[in-house]
T-cell receptor, first 117, second 117 residues
């Protein structure tokens, strides 16, 4: 079984400041990690994903995340946020441990990012 | 716009009733996933279909059922509704090729908000 813990339920930040949203996951033989964003009254949109290879993953809207296997973390970062980044962010994991998981996503509880002017 | 459509957008019904939520995946996608988002449980995987066949089951109640039709659209049926079933129900789709099911990007629809009174 896999699980995801998002360490902050809410993160307030001022416009143009850097931000980090923290995510830890339970270990598995092979794990695939995702960050999704949900704007108010909308569905989820993929920001970025890690499948293999370089541990630094770049996504849309200037976001990036670093996969750290020893720390079982996949923190999301942006060097300078905008008002339009205000949304809820979800970390998710899928993968297999000998069997086949068929891609179902296990989500964290979400982090609400609020960017203030 | 993810290309995934869900109808209806809102649904208000009474306890004990039965409803059907509909999802049309992105053109060419073979996998359909259903997720439930509620304040107390967060985002939870319910069930996955691949090319008409059930592939994975999550925390789906026995009162809930789903199917995927030959044209690949999917329906989620919720019966004997209870107040606690009030939630946002998302459908997602992915390409779902047999060798890349794990790690496939899932594209989410806008959701159906179900309110049980």
């Amino acid at each position: 079984a896999q699980s995801v813990t998002q360490l902050d339920s809410q993160v307030p930040v001022f416009e143009e400041a850097p931000v980090e949203l923290r995510c830890n996951y339970s270990s598995s033989v092979s794990v695939y990690l995702f960050w999704y964003v949900q704007y108010p009254n909308q569905g989820l949109q993929l920001l970025l994903k890690y499948l293999s290879g370089s541990t630094l993953v770049k996504g849309i809207n200037g976001f990036e995340a670093e996969f750290n296997k020893s720390q079982t973390s996949f923190h999301l970062r942006k060097p300078s946020v905008h008002i339009s980044d205000t949304a809820e962010y979800f970390c998710a994991v899928t993968g297999s441990a000998g069997g086949t998981s068929y891609g179902k996503l296990t989500f964290g509880q979400g982090t609400i990012l609020t960017v203030h002017p | 716009d993810s290309g995934v459509t869900q109808t209806p957008k809102h649904l208000i019904t009474a306890t004990g009733q039965r409803v059907t939520l509909r999802c049309s995946p992105r053109s060419g996608d073979l996998s359909v996933y259903w997720y439930q988002q509620s304040l107390d449980q967060g985002l939870q995987f319910l069930i996955q279909y691949y090319n008409g066949e059930e592939r994975a089951k999550g925390n789906i109640l026995e009162r809930f059922s789903a199917q995927q039709f030959p044209d690949l659209h999917s329906e989620l049926n919720l019966s004997s509704l209870e107040l606690g079933d009030s939630a946002l129900y998302f459908c997602a789709s992915s390409a779902g090729g047999t060798s890349v099911l794990v790690g496939d990007t899932q594209y989410f629809g806008p959701g159906t908000r179900l309110t049980v009174l």
